[in-house]
């Protein structure tokens, strides 16, 4: 016959003895660690456990319900108790005996928890200098890319061109659209917004120069590198740190192989050949969606739009597109080096992704920023 | 050590898991065709068989992770496949499965890991469920500052143990191990030999052991099944299934490392 395992367990507790009763298994262990909080401040302290125990009516027991009493009890008690009762059946005295092996040595583990101002305090230290390794960390990486792409350039026979044309399909091809798409938007808000500022200076015809110079200057190439920067660069740190946490990374090094070369390499020119081409195709669409604006809007015919484009001096062409392999490096780089700081875990995929992204975006508008200045010291 | 191995039952009350007439195939690719196997109460039953025999897929079958193509899987005496959501999950938390490579939580530490199926099934407090985690991971071995590890951090060996310490979180009713002593060193794999026949005796656990490990197999196993050519060959005590005629049998039995464990075996029975 099967006994009553629906039954929660209890604790009997008699003058002369402490009886263990019933079902001691982990469905009941709410009740059972309720019922053992119970009796311990009933009994008090000191001389709760100067009685002998029975352990002879246990119906059925478990692994939580022997930790829950050898916690009760001690282990020295426990065992001593075990010691007394013959009548325990060996497979249970085999589990208990396992399980006061196990609960011997002391289970909490050490922690140094410091103050919490302390902790504020330490946490700034780390994110301060975390920043400046970030970035001791990504010129050294630089460095790295730099010498590997030297050292293989005058090799042809170890270009990699069935990755890099994969890598330019990825990264370029496949987002021709959105970049096109996005580009066209923004190009028609610019009109827009020019349209209405400069219409109460009865300058409305300026608005084409106002489309040309943002896009061939800037927005053209910014908004092609901000969208490779959430696209490409998050992609790079998702597929090498998934590798490295496959430890795939390693079995490279330990084929005698450089990852650098294998991997990295082919995204950063990839990149390096898309985010150009991007840029164009981003100022194209722009001025189309600006001259679309004109058009409907303004009654700026197209004829009379691409005469006043043809006058706007196309060395801004060359400034703006000057700007697209420098962002692309960058990119490439933070993406490629963040995927390699992956350690293992799920959640360090995620967190580094996040960051490439983050840093990709700040390091584009940074750069831009810093070029505007120079160019416009220039007098470009 | 009380050992079920010379009385193992075997009425129909007693099967715990009842597979017939079981078909998987990918594709082109079939794996198991009219497999039948019984796996009984209280018993450690060994899955042996070549690489690409299908013994990990007929675990992933059993456990519900994979859909038959055809053949019926009963565990507890219902289908799974057939039941509700609800009732399958409380089925399920009768079940623990170790991994082949542990598949930890790599977002969480060992006493996480290990905690997280009580506080999610059981609603223990949080000490207290961490409590039982620690406990566990003792019982298999790991040392107590281990509980605040991340997988990350941790050797095959002891992702192996936590990802057995999780397997018994529930204290199931059935264990499903995949390999659970490849990548343990041999003194972790007698020490998780031993641990296995304990908890089977104390708790009544049946165990489902995939595994390549003669040692194991020869000191654990009441019984072992043999898969080969997409069935079982044979499903029966080990001194029957050594002397069953197929060339794999023969090669995997007595071939050198075969003929150590069994010796091994036999003169720590003579001592």
Known sequence: MMPNTRQTGRLDDRPDSLHVIGNWTITHYARLQAQIDAFKTQAGNGHELDRSIDLSAIETLDTAGAALLIDLLGVERMAATMAQAPELPPARRALLDTMLQAMETPLTPKSHEISKPLAFLAQTGERVEDFWKQQHLLLGFIGLILSALVTNLLRPRRWRMTALVAQIQQTGFNAIGIVALLTFLIGAVVAFLGATVLQNFGATIYTVNLVAFSFLREFGVLLAAILLAGRTASAFTAQIGSMKANEEIDAIRALGLNPVELLVLPRVLAILVTLPILTFVGMLSGILGGALVCLLTLDISALQFFTILQDVAPHHFIVGLSKAPLFAFFIGAIGCLEGFKVSGSAQSVGEHTTSSVVQSIFMVILLDAMAALFFMEMGW | ?271
């Open chain 2, 1 to 271: 050590m009380v050992s079920l191995r010379e009385d193992t039952p075997r009425g129909d009350d007693h099967v715990l898991i009842r597979i017939r007439d079981l078909c998987n195939r990918f594709g082109e690719h079939v794996v198991h065709e009219h497999l039948d196997l019984d796996v009984y109460r209280g018993e450690i039953l060994g899955i042996v068989g070549g690489s690409g025999s299908g013994k990990s897929v007929l675990l992933r079958s059993i456990v519900g992770l994979l859909r038959p193509s055809a053949g019926s899987i009963d565990v507890f005496g219902e289908d799974l496949q057939a039941l509700s959501t609800r009732r399958r999950s409380l089925l399920e938390r009768r079940f623990g499965v170790l991994f082949q490579r542990g598949a930890l939580f790599s977002s969480l530490n060992l006493q996480e890991n290990v905690a997280f199926p009580v506080l999610e099934h059981l609603g223990l407090a949080r000490a207290e469920a961490e409590f039982l985690a620690r406990v566990k991971l003792s019982l298999v071995g790991l040392p107590a500052n281990a509980a605040l590890q991340y997988p990350s951090e941790l050797s095959g060996g002891m992702i192996k143990r936590a990802a057995l310490a999780r397997a018994l979180a529930l204290d199931p009713e059935v264990l499903f191990l995949d390999e659970p002593t490849a990548g343990l060193d041999p003194i972790g794999a007698a020490a998780f030999d031993q641990l296995l026949l304990t908890l089977r005796d104390a708790l009544g656990l049946s165990v489902f052991l995939v595994t390549h490990d003669l040692d194991t197999l020869y000191s654990t196993c009441d019984r072992v099944a043999v898969l080969s050519q997409r069935r079982v060959l044979a499903a029966d005590r080990l001194e029957v299934v050594e002397k069953v005629d197929d060339p794999w049998v023969r090669d995997y039995f007595n071939g050198p490392r075969g003929r150590a464990a069994r010796r091994h075996i036999n003169s720590s029975k003579v001592d």
